[in-house]
């Protein structure tokens, strides 16, 4: 950003400073309060207890955030109701985006689905739909995330791996074989700028040559620079600057042609599963949304045709209360974000609406059915936090993809809290806690701080240019693996309460057979019988779109519908951007 500009955190005290607050605890309250609760400490509490008031709790991803052993309206004596919390459905919208929250529209169902073929993975769809699945999440395997097509020597051994394999078109059609794409919402989860540019048009054509109009789609995909250039794993890496330029081409087509479609989730689940706090994960999501924001509007559009179609994307862990907070904390100042820092008008562009997935990182392989504890009490936070959208790590993730009868209790995960449990009757159950307020405060003060120092830096690409954050991580995520093996953080059956009995094996995912060879055999003889001359003609135009900056997502519609794979279309990418190694950690 430019040193001159204000930082976000600054305007957003700018506005805030000559705001009158009204509190909700008059003084006198509080007065007596603080006599009551002085006199308290020191007639009943522990000496011990008074000397280590203050403990951080020591969990998987968590933020270290330091907690009192009591909270009191002196936790947060300036608490203002209509300011700091105020109605559901208005702003800030700290108690959730809708009035009515769940009573009106339920938490969407939408667990992850994708392994081996497209056929295998169209089967395992049509299951979780008779089962109840309300959104379909699909997952691509390694080659698909990093673009290279099934037959490439990179792809060997990982085809149809922890996710389904892509090549082109026709592999989306036997996905989406029978499935009602009008009538499904469907998140892609493409990971990329530039597999968003590869993958979201093939799907867009499938669409097309099944006479379904691009307006009627509806669903999402990731499109982040975040999972393209900090938490990518593979060989080849695309400049910060050209892969940002892709996301927000991404964001301008599909905007204009798939009106109904989230055209980008910004991504906090994969970088703190890959290692770092529950406050840095919602910091760089944010300050990668505000610097898309301020692209789109010197590239001419209106901040609310934009803004109403971002998402976000969370990973709730196991510090329950934090989880909670820390969703109620990004949806307010979201919120403050878009009204004062942007001028937004639209109420709809100032909501922070967002997809979890229950934490990975957090299952071990130590008995497995632990881990259907731990991520129903991560699911348990997420909706008491207000999501819009869920999935439900499987017990058995620790080992593979999930087994059928795992994915479906996941399922039932969601499905025994929304139907069983009675919480999604009340909209914010635990808002007003002494605890919860105190706690989303302080982790909305923290997320803001962590953007400020982005912007300061000169702003989110710069920040990955740097090294920056991928030091960050890598120290973060260090820290917390040296503390896991000594005990300081306590992890039920790997270094707490171990036993020594033999617990009952489960049953694990076993892959299909021959998907690589099923896979080749097919590229083989797409490219036998398509148009080369029109393959290449695309390939051109989508070659000199890149060189002359301008938006590639016609070009790349193109390519797929002549049957360009994947592969080459990455191939186009990296003769025209060139690629980037990213920072040396140490």
């Known amino acids: 950003m430019n040193k001159k500009e204000k930082t976000t955190k600054e305007i957003l005290h700018e506005k805030s400073s000559g705001r009158k607050r009204v509190p909700l605890y008059n003084s006198e309250a509080l007065t007596r309060i603080q006599r009551q609760f002085e006199q308290w400490m020191h007639s009943t509490v522990r000496e011990k207890d008074r000397e280590n008031w203050m403990k951080t709790p020591r969990t998987v991803l968590g933020s270290d955030i330091p907690r009192a052993m009591l909270y009191t309206p002196l936790s947060n004596p300036d608490f203002d109701y209509q300011e700091d919390l105020g109605n559901s459905g208005q702003k800030p919208f700290a108690r959730g985006i809708h009035a009515n929250m769940y009573r009106g529209r339920e938490f969407t169902m939408r667990q992850l689905t994708g392994f081996g073929s497209p056929e295998d993975t169209n089967e395992r769809i049509r299951f979780m739909l008779d089962h109840g699945a309300t959104g379909l999440n699909i997952l691509f395997d390694i080659p698909t995330i990093q673009m290279y097509d099934s037959d490439d020597p990179l792809s ?49 054509v499938l669409a097309e040559e099944r006479g379904i ?61 890959f290692g770092t706090s529950g406050v840095t994960e919602m910091a760089v999501a944010v300050a990668n949304g505000i610097e898309t924001i301020d692209e789109m509007v010197s590239r001419g559009h209106d901040v609310d045709t934009i803004a109403d179609r971002l998402a976000f994307f969370w990973s709730p862990a196991s510090d329950f209360f934090e989880e909670i907070a820390r969703l109620r904390a990004v949806r307010r100042l979201w919120y403050k974000i878009m009204k004062h820092r942007f001028n937004a008008k639209n109420p709809r562009s100032m909501w922070m609406r967002c997809h979890v997935q229950t934490s990975g990182v957090s299952l071990i392989q130590q008995e497995p059915l632990n881990n259907i504890i731990r991520s129903a009490y991560h699911a ?68 803001l701080d962590e953007v400020d120092e982005i912007e300061r830096g000169g702003g989110y690409v710069a920040a990955i ?108 990418f990296k003769e025209a951007y060139g690629l980037w190694k990213p920072p040396a950690l140490w």
């Open 156 to 204: 060997q051994g990982q085809v149809g791996m922890s996710g389904v394999c892509v090549d082109s078109v026709e592999d989306m059609g036997l996905i989406f074989k029978d499935i009602p794409l009008d009538e499904v919402t469907i998140s892609i989860v493409t990971h990329y700028p530039s597999n968003t540019a590869i993958l979201f048009p093939m799907f867009l």
């Open 213 to 273: 109009p691009w307006d009627k789609l509806r669903g999402s995909v990731q499109n982040d620079v975040t999972l393209e250039e900090l938490i990518r794993s593979g060989p080849e890496y695309m400049p910060p600057k050209d892969c940002f330029r892709i996301q927000c081409d991404n964001i301008e087509f599909i905007r204009k042609n798939v009106p109904q479609w989230n055209f980008i989730t910004l991504n906090g689940y994969n970088l703190r599963e």
């Open 380 to 447: 348990l936070a997420a909706v008491f936090g207000g999501v819009q959208s869920l999935h439900v790590d499987s017990y058995d993730e620790a080992y593979s993809v999930p087994t059928e009868e795992a994915a479906l209790l996941s399922l039932r995960t969601q499905q025994i809290i929304q139907e069983e449990t009675g919480i999604t009757d009340v909209v914010d159950p635990l808002g007003g806690s002494f605890f919860v307020e105190a706690l989303t405060d302080d982790i909305e003060k923290r997320i």
């Open 465 to 572: 240019e740097s090294g920056k954050l991928h030091k960050k991580i890598a120290t973060y995520f260090s820290n917390q693996q040296r503390d896991i093996e000594d005990g300081e953080i306590k992890v039920v059956a790997y270094n707490a309460y171990k036993s020594d009995a033999e617990t009952p094996a489960i049953n694990v995912f076993r892959y299909p057979e021959g998907v690589e060879k099923r896979q080749r055999e097919k590229l083989e003889r797409l490219r036998m019988n398509r148009n080369n001359e029109k393959v290449n003609k695309a390939l051109a135009g989508l070659k000199e779109a890149c060189t002359k900056r301008r938006n590639i997502l016609p070009y790349s519609v193109e390519c797929a519908r002549a049957r360009c794979t994947e592969g080459e279309l990455f191939k186009v």
